[in-house]
């Protein structure tokens, strides 16, 4: 039974040395910068230990305003994302020609270079003096103004904003909801057709408590790749966005470490330990909320 044992701790030993140097490590080694007030990169000297850096990060515009963004990307994003999601992967299912064709062009914009679709989305939104863009063009047929969507009012970056991220993980989403439905039992099915049950009965009484458990995985997932949201914005209105007012809590982490501001690790490590514990906080919650839920 001992040899056992030890022939398992053997064969985990890599997977805990591997965790243990880069995962373990770092977060210790960011939650002692977190604490370390008037950190010198340079000398690797500080003045002492303190909550200074948290109350300087919670008290920055910049960082203020990337809560914000990041909050309302997420509220907005993560529901409506779902939702469509749900509804695609439905559409699918009831389709018995085509289907792999259709499942094919849905997954294409997850394979796609996340700065390419954004250039793409740029081009499309963007109004310059030669020309108003694709979006633009549209608006102008039912006699709207243009509006420039990523240089002009805040609530229109937003919506290029939540429109791009949605496009980008529509595909994976539907992909697992397709599966999901997939693997529902037919018996389920015809039965309540024996009964004579509703197809909106069905769906709410049947589908839906079935492929539960993948939709609640979707939501957390969803919100934790919100939350980290930042290439996303870079690919649209570039590297400075703080001058665009469209920066997120992870770009105020880089621009902390790298950026024009860089070169304060303790600040940026109190924005991630921040970070840390919002997107821990909404994953107990959303899985607290998953278990009450009947299956």
Known sequence: MRSNNLKAW??????????GVFMVY????????SFEEGYNSASQTSFGLGLYNYSYVLHDPFFLQAIKNTFIIVMITVPLSTGLALLVA???????????????IFFLPYVTNTLAVGLVFMIMFKKTPYSDGLINVMLSWFKMSPVDFIDGPYWAKIFVMCVYTIWVVLPFKILILTSALASVDEVYYKAAKI????????FTRITLPMISPMIFY?????????FKAYSDEVAIFGTNLNA???????????DMLYG???GYPSYASAAA???????????CINLLISRKQPV
């Open 26 to 33: 770092p977060l210790v080694d960011v939650l002692i910068y």
């Open 10 to 19: 053997l064969y985990l030993l890599p997977a805990i040395v591997f965790l």
């Open 90 to 104: 439905l559409g699918l299912n009831s389709i018995k020609k085509l289907k792999e064709l259709f499942q094919t």
């Open 218 to 226: 979707l939501v957390i997932t969803g919100f934790i790749g919100a």
């Open 195 to 202: 009964d004579g049950t509703s197809r909106l009965r069905i």
């Open 273 to 283: 330990l921040i970070l840390f514990a919002i997107v821990f906080t909404i994953t």
């Open 244 to 254: 665009a007012g469209m920066n997120t809590i992870v770009g105020y982490v880089y």
């Open 260 to 262: 024009d501001s860089g």
